[in-house]
């Protein structure tokens, strides 16, 4: 299986694999409301942009956020929440592997 990182940092992996960024970038649109007097607004997801088309034994790298919007089998986001994430003073240093959407 090859993966390709579509974020603009590097993914460190437990058992010390890097995959770099790919230099190719998948985001997601967003806009969002005026505050309210608590200083809190809403925010609207929008349009997935420069996510490629499937392509067999490819997986794509994305933010979490991208990886819930489009539910794809093929694109993943790296495992922050689980337990076996590595921290050092609260910065994720590496992560287990990755999740689906």
């Known amino acids: ?3 390709i990182n579509l974020t603009p940092h590097a993914i460190n992996l437990n058992d010390g694999t ?3 960024a790919s230099g190719m ?7 969002h409301t005026d505050f309210d007097i608590n200083g809190v607004c809403d925010i609207q997801w929008g349009v997935v942009g420069g996510l490629p088309d499937p392509e067999a034994g ?3 790298i994305v933010s979490g956020i991208v990886a819930g ?12 929440g689980h337990a076996n994430t590595v921290r050092r003073d609260g910065l994720i240093v ?7 959407g």
């Open 18 to 20: 890097i995959l770099p």
């Open 69 to 80: 919007a489009v539910r794809r089998p093929d694109v993943v986001s790296p495992a922050t």
């Open 94 to 100: 590496s992560v287990p592997g990755f999740v689906r």
């Open 58 to 60: 490819v997986i794509y």
């Open 25 to 31: 970038l998948c985001r997601i649109s967003s806009t």
């Open 1 to 3: 299986m090859k993966f």
